[in-house]
């Protein structure tokens, strides 16, 4: 994928539908989209288990260090292809992510599958809300994303905050694993550049995708510690359905609070 730097007009970016089309699109290929997608993912493993991981062992003053030099800096679609950068990076437990983003108001997506993506096909042509709506799968040095949280804004499932999740074996001295992850913010339905099939779009600032989880952890008071480093240049690039994104490339470390 070619990336371009520092220039001021993004590229266009499929037209977001209209309501009503979107109802009517989505109804005649709502058979087609779950096909595809569930065939699509079929083979897919689910992430490694953290246990079975070598754990490398970090003091919490070196984990600046271990993302900018010994952790991956991009995602990847299902073919391999590059797309957003890590602009989230979590030291804490999984109970304690899964405690933070609840307590901040998000809601944990269900595991990407059939049922999860029928009920989200389901919530869209109801005009319904669907918090633990499916988030499609996107890897991380070849691992699928381990968690994923939605917010939902308004009162059915076009828009939401999104935000996917990745283990990897490094942990801190005090055995606080440490987390990578992406946020953007789905802001309707589209038909995906690459498959013509309805989904998300993204809107392409994702880092106000990323300040807006990091204010909305703080705001549940489940930080004890935030810094930003220059993770990768300012960028522009397209994520796995043919979205427009750009970034400034930085990446907020977040440590969270121990659990009480």
């Known amino acids: ?19 009503p089309f979107t109802v009517v699109i989505t109804g005649v290929l709502t058979l087609i989209s779950i096909g595809y997608l569930a065939v699509t993912y079929t083979d897919i493993p689910p992430p490694s288990p953290a246990v079975a991981q070598i754990a490398t062992v970090i003091a919490p003053a070196e984990v600046a260090m271990a993302v ?45 599958g059939f049922n999860a993506v029928l009920g989200g096909v389901t919530a869209a042509l109801g005009q319904r809300g669907d918090p633990a709506g499916p988030v499609t799968p996107s890897f991380l040095a070849e691992e699928p994303n381990a968690l994923a949280f939605n917010l939902p804004v308004g009162a059915t499932f076009a828009q939401r905050h999104h935000i996917r999740i990745w283990s990897t074996s490094f942990q801190t001295t005090s055995g606080r694993p440490i987390w990578l992850a992406t946020a953007s913010f789905d802001r309707g339905f589209e038909l ?28 549940a008071g489940d930080v004890t510690q935030s810094d930003t480093v220059q993770l990768v240049p300012a960028e522009f690039g397209y994520n796995f359905d043919g979205d427009p994104f750009f970034t400034d490339g930085q990446t907020v470390l977040i440590t969270l609070s121990p659990a009480p």
Do not use: C, K
């Open 192 to 219: 995906a550049h690459n498959t013509w099939l309805p989904t998300h779009e993204i809107a392409p600032d994702i880092d106000t995708e990323r300040a807006y989880v990091v204010s909305s952890l703080h705001t």
């Open 1 to 19: 994928m070619q990336r371009v730097s520092n220039q001021r007009s993004l590229p266009q970016s499929p037209a977001r539908l209209s309501r």
């Open 68 to 112: 900018e030099t010994r952790l991956p800096h991009y995602t990847e679609g299902l073919t391999g292809r590059l797309q957003e950068p890590v602009s989230l990076v979590f030291v804490g437990t999984r109970t304690q992510l899964e405690e933070s983003f609840r307590a901040a108001g998000w809601t944990e997506a269900q595991p990407f």
